[in-house]
């Protein structure tokens, strides 16, 4: 019997098959929310980030940037409530951070992959960018935690993993895993533009656990924003600036900031004179009122102001002529006054007032967290 040749139609289709490009990974449902189990959301005085835990005894890892500043972050679980934790060990310069969280003692960890990380590896990435809806959020109910972002490993660096995956501020400290539901790396960083995110390798972060180095005591945050102050005087003009800010854990505040006016030189012509506050420095304690998005801080402090007069000037011809008169303004600083400082703020906005004795003088500010945090330390 003669062997029959396969039709035309067939061999065109496996060839068809063949040329297809492969479909993206297909993961699957069931693991992926096991592995979601392990996975933990940290609430970090106003921010949020995301951490996965790696043994059974309550370890949690995180991205260093993610406790720089409180001191002790809250770590909640997937259906469980707010518990304390404590940060046993840091490694700043790798951007990792381990906590111990007596609470999730007993709870299944992510293993850490063991074979080397290659680019094109598919991973799979699990956190809660912008920290996740909150209650009465609307459309965006029960979204945006515990979400996940597929990608591929891009490449591998001396210090850190790039991926494509889709991560957004929130999942900074999660963890990125393989197909076997494997840690490959955490969180750490990105880049403006499309698929450009960096994660602390896997091998750092298991150096780590296999020998924690302590956690840092003095860590903090250097921050920037804009503000505006205006004293509460007669003929207060308005000036905008820059004000930095360091904070050591949360609690001491070192601020300093520098404005030019906005509208004084018009004040100075139409009345004569004006003054605004050109520079400012202080330092004050911190006292951060409840956690999450809208958690509010009060701070009480002192330090030094100077305002600065300008003064209005002019010089004409004697027949009185229009034409022939000029007008210009003069800035006079005026000596640093001492005084005392309070802020009040929550998410990005404050208000500054403060009390210049020797003036006598206060000064009202308004003050807007942007560009925000620069980094830790």
Known sequence: MRPTLPRLPALCLALWTLLLPRPARAWQPEAVAAWSESVVRLTT???????????????????????????????????????????????????????????????????LRAEVVRPGLSVLAIGHPFGGAPPGSGAFAGTLSWSVAQGLVSAVGERLIQTDAALNPGTSGGPVLDEQGAIVGIVSRKLPGEGLAFLAPVDRLRALVSAPTGARRLGGTVGL??????????????????RGELALRDRLVLGMGAALPLDARGQALSWGGATFQSLDASLALRQRLGQGPWSTTVELGGGAWQLVDVTAESEGADDGADDALRLWTVQRPRPLSPGLTGRLSTRAVGLRLSWLPTEPAWVLGLEVGWPGTLGTF
């Open 45 to 111: 005085g106003g921010a949020a980030c995301t951490g996965v835990l790696v043994d059974d005894q309550g370890t949690v890892a995180t991205a260093y940037h993610c406790v720089a500043g409180p001191r002790r972050p809250r770590v909640e679980a997937r259906g469980g409530p707010p518990l304390p934790s404590r940060v046993v060990a840091t490694s700043p310069r790798d951007d990792l951070a381990l906590l111990r969280v007596e609470g999730l003692a007993g709870r299944a960890p992510r293993p």
């Open 225 to 242: 924003g804009v503000h505006l102050p205006s004293p509460v005087i007669s003929r207060a003009a308005r000036s905008a600036g820059l």
